[in-house]
């Protein structure tokens, strides 16, 4: 069985949240700081951002545990300008708008109490995503529908080499399905689906205390690519279509570098950089068994994109003994190139603004609300694609995170 590359994600949109398909929000603390939250954190989720710094989480003797779900609401893209029929590849007059969109998604920390040097967690993510749907002509000619699902579990460790160093390692666990659709009526029609094994990765972490109030952390995230393999169902002309395929979905590796710095005991301020390496992603490679279908859809569509670099900072400021404040702002580069750019994921460089609150009722319950709001920039393509003629805008999303954590 063929092999084919496919670009979707979870159920989620990638112009949610970060460029191209990455879901960095995974806790009330990273979407109320614009995931600016990472060298500074401080609770359950440090299992999932900072796995070296588990060991200087307070309550050491105490497990820590947060469960919450993500609301998100995508209000419809629109597309001004022409776009390629699929079939004569002559450009055409194609304004349209995507289907809005909205989604709730769970997710899990867990920190074990501390050991000697030793301290484990385990979280379940959903750290990256797609879902697209267009309704017009052209645009659903390449991209009906792009779907995929995604569940990853992660089990880390962290082990403090001394008082100011420690280090921190984990196995990431991911299972994914996934449905992709497009048509170009009379011609042709695919429904594809399918589903994936659990597929493996790792994590590496370090982190520094220069003083109490000032750490620096770092975090590599492996590739990791799910084959997903599933059947395809439709037409093309009078010839029914009926055949399996394989789809591999690549995940790309990631690098942070992180500082946090806390004033006056109350206030701490978290600077993120990070970079995606989106470059992995060079072509678009969808291959059926059925060689009739191959030889007419399963034609290598050049991708070529590159890395993408983040900028993120974060506040977060504790009222009183009650309540937490938390801020966030967040500069997004695109991976896309222009000459590539197709409706299946219709993206630009971004802003991100969050802000949230973390409420203790009492010294072991913490429940945590957060907004985080994304406007991508306007995105001209013009004369260098080859299906796409025309601007992209109201690239925007809203989401909320509620959350609720317990130390016992």
């Known amino acids: 069985m063929k092999k084919a590359y496919l670009l979707a994600g979870i159920m ?8 191209a398909y990455k879901i960095p929000e995974q806790s009330t603390r990273a979407m109320g700081t614009a995931a600016a939250y990472f060298a500074g954190a401080d609770s359950a989720d440090t ?15 105490n497990t820590l545990f947060e469960i919450g779900a993500k609301y998100i609401y995508l209000p419809r893209i629109k597309f001004e300008g022409r776009a390629a029929d699929p079939v004569t590849r002559v450009f055409y007059p194609s304004n349209a708008k995507t289907l809005k969109e909205e989604f709730v998604v769970p997710y899990f920390h867990f920190i074990l ?4 040097r030793f301290r484990f967690g385990f979280s379940f993510v959903t750290p990256y995503g797609l879902s697209k749907r267009w309704s017009a002509d052209y645009q ?6 792009f779907t995929l699902k995604t569940f990853e579990f992660d089990t880390t460790v962290a082990y403090l080499l001394d008082e100011r160093l420690s280090v921190g390692a984990g196995v990431r666990a991911l299972y994914a399905t996934g449905e992709i659709k497009y048509r170009r009526e009379p011609v042709y029609r695919i429904d594809m689906n399918g589903e994936s094994g659990i597929s493996f990765g790792y994590l590496l972490s370090a982190a520094l205390k220069l003083k109490e109030n000032l750490k620096i952390a770092t975090i590599y995230r492996s590739e990791i690519k799910p084959d997903i393999s599933g059947m395809a169902k439709g037409y093309l002309g009078s010839y029914p ?4 395929g394989d789809v591999k979905v690549v ?12 004033y006056n005991k109350r206030t ?11 470059g992995q992603y060079r072509k678009l490679d969808i291959n059926y068994e059925d060689p009739v279908v191959e030889s007419n859809l399963g034609k290598v569509k050049e991708k070529n994109w590159h890395d993408s670099k983040t900028v993120r900072l974060g506040i977060k400021h504790e009222l009183n003994e009650k309540f937490t404040a938390l801020a966030g702002i967040a500069y997004d580069e695109t991976p896309i190139p222009q000459k590539t750019l197709g409706f299946e994921l219709p993206d630009a460089n971004g802003w991100i603004f969050s802000v949230g609150g973390i409420w203790h009722p009492d010294k072991n319950l913490e429940v945590g609300l957060a907004y985080l709001y994304v406007e991508k920039i306007d995105r001209y393509v013009d004369g260098q694609n080859e299906n796409v003629d025309g601007k ?10 509620l959350s609720v954590g317990y130390k016992f």
């Not at 989620?12 to 460029?19: D, K, L, N, Q, W």
């Not at 109490?113 to 000697?116: F, L």
């Not at 279509?241 to 399996?244: P, V």
């Open 392 to 401: 992209f805008s109201d690239m925007k999303a809203h989401l909320i995170n």
């Open 47 to 61: 299992a999932y951002y900072n796995p070296a710094g588990m060991v200087w989480v307070k309550d050491s003797d």
């Open 268 to 278: 701490t301020f978290d600077l993120t950089y990070e970079i995606t390496f989106w």
């Open 140 to 145: 659903r000619g390449t991209a009906e529908e």
């Open 113 to 116: 109490p501390a050991g000697d």
């Open 12 to 19: 989620i949109s990638a112009t949610a949240y970060g460029a």
């Open 251 to 262: 995940l790309p590796a990631e690098w942070r570098l992180g500082i946090s710095y806390t």
């Open 241 to 244: 279509i009926s055949t399996e």
